[in-house]
């Protein structure tokens, strides 16, 4: 069996962060979509050797089953334009991956456009570039981390991706007009 990454193409709709994967189902699907967790319920109450391989088949298969419901949901709804769902997909791919890489190119390259294009259309689409986007995301996850964990400053400046604290206080203190301490003092 084939670990599954829940953040990958194959599943990224169902993780939308602009909550388009909302589904419409038929009763007859919501009544597929019970049993199958209430499956999942009982696998997790079992007690066996192979409980969680079971559990991890079973979670894929649903998976699947999601992902082929909300692809006949969407086809039929005639979702958004290419420009504003390419933007969709770059907003995804941002939330997921942005604490591994901070590189507007790689995530052109993932989507298949040249980073001019992704940031054209980011800046029509939203006002904003991609790479204001993307440090968007990175500093809501700094501020979580900086009011939810009690780690030092410069721990959580290795855990976002810098490699020395003062350029993580540079970049915390420009976008969010704090540096990281006075953010802490004012939200913990």
Same mark, same amino acid.
């Given at each position: ?9 194959? %599943? ?5 962060? /602009?909550?388009?994967?909302?589904? =419409?189902? +038929? *009763?007859?699907?919501? !009544?597929?979509?019970?049993?199958q967790l209430e499956q999942l ?19 894929? %298969? ?5 992902? /082929?419901?909300?692809?006949?949901? =969407?086809? +039929? *709804?005639?979702?958004? !334009? ?26 052109a390259v993932k989507l298949g456009v040249t980073p001019n ?72």
């Open positions: 069996m084939y670990p599954v990454d829940l953040f990958n193409e194959e %599943f990224q709709d169902l993780f939308d962060i /602009e909550n388009e994967n909302a589904l =419409s189902i +038929s *009763s007859s699907d919501f !009544n597929e979509l019970k049993g319920q009982r696998l997790y109450g079992m007690d066996s050797a192979r409980r969680y391989h079971k559990i991890a088949t079973y979670t894929t %298969f649903l998976l699947f089953r999601l992902k /082929e419901l909300w692809l006949k949901n =969407s086809y +039929s *709804s005639e979702k958004k !334009n290419h420009a504003a769902n390419l933007v969709r997909r770059y907003l995804n791919l941002a939330a997921h991956l942005h604490l591994k890489n901070r590189k507007v190119s790689s995530y294009h992704l940031n054209a259309v980011c800046k029509k689409d939203t006002g904003k570039t991609a790479k204001a986007l993307l440090e968007e995301q990175l500093v809501k996850t700094a501020k979580l981390q900086l009011t939810y964990d009690r780690r030092p400053i410069s721990d959580v400046s290795f855990s976002l991706g810098f490699e020395e604290p003062t350029n993580f206080s540079r970049f915390f203190k420009r976008n969010t007009g704090l540096s990281p301490q006075e953010y802490i003092h004012q939200n913990r």
